[in-house]
């Protein structure tokens, strides 16, 4: 079985431009999840679809966005670009999200860095 | 506000030592928490979850409420167990999971 796929796994980008970040779930999960992870501040949480829909957003600004597809895969999108967006964006999926549900598994991550 | 603590970035122990990795939460619900571990050069990946009540690696955790922590213990260390570990809190809403900043455990033969 297929883990968690992401996509690219390396991207170099200059201030001011937008990204968009791939992440492919194991198949049947449809909770998706996105982290940003810095040596500063750890992973911090951004986003979390299910069903094609945003349940939960963390404290990132509006450049941040996402969506999530039928077939469950999700991307991000980052506009605008800043120095500070340099990161490791990792995504993680689940069968069954929520209290009580299945554990989430982890991509390797797609490296971001804004130069 | 629903916060983390893992209080130590790095840990030092022998080979066969006891460990203990702190972790303290702040939550005014019922939290569901869990341990994440990551070797070098591996994918994150859940350790265990206070739910289960398991020893994974002989690694086991248990959620005190009244001193709001979740500490992580093996009672004999591995070399193999040297990785960054993650504590992680689910909030009641059960959409979004917040992390401590890790500890880094290193396991000296």
């Known amino acids: 079985k297929a883990g968690v796929t992401q996509t690219p796994r390396y991207l170099i980008k200059t201030r001011g431009q937008q990204v968009t970040l791939s992440c492919s779930p194991i198949s049947g999960h449809r909770s998706v999840s996105w982290y940003q992870q810095t040596p500063g501040q750890g992973l911090q949480f951004l986003f979390e679809y299910f069903s094609e829909t945003q349940r939960n957003k963390g404290n990132f600004p509006g450049r941040f966005s996402g969506r999530q597809f039928s077939n469950s895969r999700s991307e991000m999108n980052v506009s605008t670009l800043e120095l500070g967006d340099s990161a490791l964006y990792l995504c993680a999926s689940s069968l069954a999200p929520g209290r009580g549900g299945t554990e989430a598994f982890f991509g390797q991550g797609t490296r971001l860095t804004v130069v | ?75 004999f260390a591995q070399e193999e167990d040297s990785a960054m570990y993650y504590c992680a809190l689910m909030d009641t809403g059960g959409f979004k999971t917040i992390f401590g900043a890790g500890t880094r455990l290193f396991v000296k033969a």
């Open chain 2, 1 to 75: 506000a629903q916060r983390v603590t893992q209080p130590e970035k790095l840990l030092s122990v022998f080979k066969g030592a006891p460990v203990e990795l702190k972790c303290n939460y702040s939550y005014s619900g019922s939290p569901e928490l869990f341990w994440y571990v990551q070797y070098s050069r591996q994918r994150l990946q859940l350790l265990l979850r206070h739910i289960s009540r398991e020893s994974i690696k002989g690694f086991t955790a248990d959620l005190n409420k009244g001193e709001t922590s979740f500490h992580l213990k093996k009672p």
